[in-house]
Structure formats: structure tokens, C-alpha cells
């Protein structure tokens, strides 16, 4: 016991490290450390092993302007998948996606050959809370394109 009386950290009573020296590090976010690798740029980054090709609700976002960050990060080719039970929404968001210079929809021989496509109504949240609940969805897949000059 001599050892854990030298030793601030260490409970006397249980041998235990002390709660109000290790709280702390529990609840840090290590990507604050100043030796997390931070890229030079996104054409750096292995964006395969961090953003899987899963659906992205668009219905978070409050403007169009985001989807400039989706096609940043999407490399040519990449698909965005949408779905929401509000037909309003649905169509806004077709209507982003088809104004923007960097997005294509899939071709109606394109969407049945993606089976992620076969998913949104039962692997997503939405899908299945609409489904639950006998509604309707509205769904929308385009395609990263180069930008055109």
C-alpha cells in the first residue's frame, strides 16, 4: 500500500486509478490531436475506406449549396443515393440534383441494375419507418460527373 500512497492517481481504498485523473481522457476526441495526418488535399485521401457508397440523406442539408461538398468528396463516378416519405422534398431535391453541373441521374436501366437501389426502401431508416408505416417514398440516384468546360 506504501506504493499507492506515493502515487496520487491510485485509490488508496481500492488499488484502482482515481476517476478525476482519467475522466478526462475517456471523453477526448482524437481527431483534436495535433499529430492526426492531416492531408494536402482530398485527391490524398483514400475516401474508399472512410465514405462507403451508402445512401446520403440530402433532407439534413437546408440548401443546395451542399451538394458542392458532396461532389468534392465523391470522386467521378460516385453515386448519391436519396430517399424521404415527402413528396415536396423529394422533388426539391431532384431539382438540386438536377440543376448541378457535377450530378446525372441514373438511367432507368442503370437504377434496376444497382441493387443498393433495391435496398432504399428496406435497409435505410427511412425506408423502413415508411414501409412500417404503409407510405410512400421518393427516391432520387444520380452519378458524380466530371465537370464540363
Known amino acids: 500500500m506504501l506504493e499507492n500512497e506515493a502515487n496520487p492517481t491510485i485509490s488508496k481504498s481500492t488499488g484502482l486509478p482515481r476517476r ?7 471523453h477526448s476526441n482524437p481527431l483534436s490531436d495535433s499529430h492526426f495526418p492531416v492531408p494536402i488535399s482530398p485527391s490524398h485521401v483514400d475516401f474508399s ?12 442539408s437546408k440548401s443546395p449549396h451542399l451538394l458542392d461538398e458532396y461532389a ?3 470522386e467521378v463516378g460516385g453515386i448519391i443515393y436519396t430517399i424521404t416519405d415527402v413528396e415536396e422534398l423529394g422533388e426539391w431535391m431532384k431539382t438540386c440534383l438536377d440543376n448541378h453541373p457535377m450530378f446525372e441521374a441514373l438511367t432507368e436501366q442503370e437504377l434496376q441494375a444497382n ?3 433495391k435496398l432504399l426502401s428496406t435497409a435505410t431508416e427511412e425506408g423502413q419507418k ?3 408505416n404503409g ?5 432520387a440516384v444520380y ?3 466530371a465537370l464540363s468546360l
Do not use: D, E, M, N
Request: aromatic share 14%; hydrophobic share 45%; net charge positive.
Open 20 to 26: 478525476r485523473f482519467y475522466r478526462i481522457r475517456a
Open 49 to 60: 475506406l472512410h465514405y462507403p457508397q451508402s445512401p446520403v440523406k440530402l433532407a439534413v
Open 72 to 74: 468534392h468528396v465523391h
Open 115 to 117: 441493387p443498393a437501389v
Open 130 to 132: 415508411v414501409a412500417w
Open 135 to 139: 407510405g410512400q417514398t421518393f427516391q
Open 143 to 145: 452519378r458524380r460527373i
